[in-house]
């Protein structure tokens, strides 16, 4: 990859409420301020979303403490911010035009959660275009129950989310096997 | 749902080919055809989406004979029909426009596979803000292996994709309770 964009999806402090059910790979923010040290410290570039939801009850609503970024990915003055009210970082926002005027086509993608707001961004992404590698461990999900009233875990969505990801949107990797590859 | 619009997505003869594995809902396509003859008695709005693969060992590539739709779903003079490159009906085509030009809010989504295509066209539409119903018993998906060799049943990656789909971006019913919802 040339010149990696980071894209870092929703870690914001609401998604550590109770409101959303267990969550799976509990280091997911230990992986992500990894690479986004990594990121800093080569001077790649770096793309920060926030979900703002427009549901006044949701954890992500803007005047919900929740909204807030968690500690370990704090922009720093000059790192772009796209705030975004659906799941896709693409849908109403300037983020395609900003990667197709910085010339920034290859993006890893990290953050909250894995079958939601990261693979819907993940599979438009990749439809875009763009050369994408998702971070298996730098992004989680929760629980959930089916239409049917089937209940899986945090594991099973996060794993089969994946699964249906890789090799057709984009490549997934593992934290340690993508700083790897970028040795 | 006040003129329900019905959206057919890649119902094609290539998917019958081994080169996918094996896959569930073998009645898939008879509740497609069902829900399609309740759609065309009533008049209400259909559009076929074709998927024309731009790789040439594709079996839904233009040149292949598998890129045709399958019998049950041949459209008739007039009705519709989109032809995409990418998994989303949403991308590189007409779509959003047409149904917006068209008043077409509301959508009816089957077709194939659950969690490439149909999973990627209905997070679209949920996000774009269409309001989506997604026939779990009319769409269909293939085994398929994780990033780490982890391999996965048909019926689980059905079955978690529209877990992952249902409440967030669509309501996912079944057939049955869809038309007996319309009666």
Chains 1, 2 share one sequence.
Not at 1 to 15: C, E, S, T, W, Y
Request: hydrophobic share 35%; net charge negative.
């Amino acid at each position: 990859m040339k010149n990696p964009a980071l894209i870092l999806i929703d870690v914001q402090k609401g998604f550590d409420l109770p409101f959303w059910g267990s969550r799976n790979n509990p280091e997911a923010e230990t992986n992500i301020a990894k690479l986004l040290s990594v990121w800093r410290s080569r001077d790649l570039p770096i793309i920060h979303v926030k979900h703002c939801s427009v549901s006044p009850k949701s954890p992500l609503h803007p005047d919900q403490p929740g909204n807030a970024f968690k500690e370990e990915v704090q922009p720093l003055p000059g790192e772009p911010l796209f705030t975004k009210t659906v799941n896709s970082a693409f849908i109403g926002t300037g983020l395609e035009d900003y990667l197709r005027e910085n010339k920034l086509n290859s993006l890893v993608i990290v953050g909250l959660t894995t079958d939601h707001c990261v693979s819907t961004s993940t599979r438009m992404a990749g439809n875009l275009g763009f050369e994408v590698i998702l971070v298996s461990d730098a992004t989680a999900t929760f629980e959930r129950e089916g239409h049917n009233g089937t209940k899986y875990s945090a594991a099973e969505m996060h794993d089969i989310n994946l699964a249906s990801l890789n090799g057709e949107f984009c490549e997934v990797l593992s934290t340690s096997k993508l700083l790897a590859s970028m040795e």
